[in-house]
């Protein structure tokens, strides 16, 4: 479990968030505890608090060091808009009276990432005094980092010390941030020390790279949950989903076939190829059960071998062996690829429904209200920005973004 920073400053009813014609303005509290709430629900339905302590361990991290690192990943979602009490965004953006007498609004610059990060780091300074503070420096600079550019998109380091160093929020918070104390902070080249220190590089990559997403995704949620007042639902396979997948398949004629097969080996005496399309079925399925906690599995075969129906049931037996998986991704290297394996997915599956075609040739799918059948078309844009469907057919260029991708509506 996770312990949230006490800030006065952020209990403050005077700071706004966001505002909206005919609603109450939204303080920053309630943004900040609405982004909490959904990395709750991504964590419940996507277990990503396991894989973050996990990635932390494996940076080399000890039990004491992981709880601390943890608290700061979570902290970052929790803090990544606290620069908004900047009394300039809050005059100028928001157009909070409570602000428009106020010098300092007119004084300096209106930005509230950078000073995000800059109050994020201050908080959490004397919190990671001791043995291991050089190493926890390096988690803290990085997590920084990503909420600095939590508008824009991750690019190097380079800078960003006196990026902090000048930025100008000592006029309304009153705690300095003295990155001269710690070794790491005295040049950008500390930072590239840091193979003394992290075990894992990659996994550190994937950790920051994960923190930004989350805050992107977070933020995303919370922010269009005021502003249209719909819960952004987190959409994942279910026991009822599986349920029927799993008749409609059974149901198909090629299932029917291959059982039929599978108690009588001459039932495809007149059809070799279809005998030895039902060999493959059955004997992927039985190295499947074979190796049930493997993570790849790898299928060679040619074109017309049934390798989209082999994929259909060893997805299911997937999904029946392993609860925790609720999503399915199926990527290709072509459209047409994308396209043919949609056609035969949409024999079992409803397409737009249980899966959706992510590709630069098909539409957005589009949610509607279910009383007035009105299309929402932010919820439909954060469906499509998030991949939020059971199942998802794209392709190689979509899914390598998603993995390398730096911008915010990438990761």
């Known amino acids: 479990m996770y312990q949230l ?3 006065e400053i952020l209990k403050r009813e005077d700071l706004w968030a966001h505002t909206r014609e005919g609603k109450k303005n939204e303080t920053l509290l309630e943004h900040s505890q609405l982004c909490i709430d959904y990395f709750n629900e991504y964590c419940r339905h996507k277990g990503i608090d396991e894989i973050v302590q996990n990635l932390i361990r494996t940076c080399g991290c000890n039990d004491i060091e992981a709880n601390i690192i943890y608290d700061m990943f979570v902290n970052a979602i929790y803090l990544h808009d606290i620069g908004k009490v900047n009394p300039a965004y809050q005059a100028r953006r928001l157009n909070n009276p409570m602000f428009k007498n106020n010098g300092i609004a007119y004084e300096c610059n209106s930005n509230h990432a950078l000073p995000s990060a800059y ?15 050089r190493k926890l420096s390096f988690f803290l600079f990085a997590f920084s ?4 550019r939590h508008h824009g998109y991750l690019k190097n380091t380079d800078g960003f010390k006196d990026d902090l160093m000048n930025c100008p929020v000592q006029c309304y918070y009153g705690k300095p941030l003295d990155l001269n104390k710690n070794s790491i902070f005295t040049t950008d080249k500390g930072y ?3 193979k003394k220190h992290i075990k894992d590089e990659i996994a550190f990559f994937i950790l920051c790279r994960l923190l930004f997403a989350t805050i992107t995704a977070c933020d995303y949620c919370a922010t269009a949950e005021y502003k249209n007042d719909i819960k952004f639902d987190i959409s994942i396979i279910d026991t009822d989903d599986f349920s029927i997948w799993k008749k409609n398949h059974q149901k198909g004629c090629i299932y029917k076939g291959i059982v039929k097969y599978q108690e009588n080996k001459d039932y495809f005496k007149s059809s070799p190829i279809n005998a030895l399309r039902s060999d493959m079925f059955l004997e992927s399925e039985q190295r499947l059960k074979q ?7 790898y299928l060679e075969a040619p074109t017309g071998s049934g390798k989209t129906e082999n994929s259909i049931n060893l997805k299911l037996n997937i999904l029946e062996m392993h609860p925790n998986v609720n999503n399915v991704f199926y990527i290709f290297p072509f459209n047409t690829l994308v396209e043919q394996t949609a056609e035969t997915l949409e024999k079992y599956f409803e397409k737009d429904v249980d899966f959706a075609v992510v590709n630069s040739i098909n539409p957005i799918v589009m949610k509607r209200d279910i009383e007035t059948e009105e299309v929402d078309y932010e919820y439909s844009y954060l469906g499509r920005l998030f991949n939020n469907y059971p199942m998802v057919v794209t392709s190689h260029v979509n899914f390598f ?6 911008g915010k509506e990438q990761v």
């Open 5 to 7: 920073l006490d800030i």
């Open 119 to 133: 109050i994020y780091m201050t908080e959490f300074m004397p919190l990671i005094e001791g043995q291991s503070k």
């Open 145 to 148: 980092y990503c909420i600095a």
């Open 192 to 194: 590239t020390r840091i």
């Open 291 to 297: 190796f049930p906690n493997a993570n790849i599995y």
């Open 401 to 406: 973004n998603f993995l390398f991708g730096c």
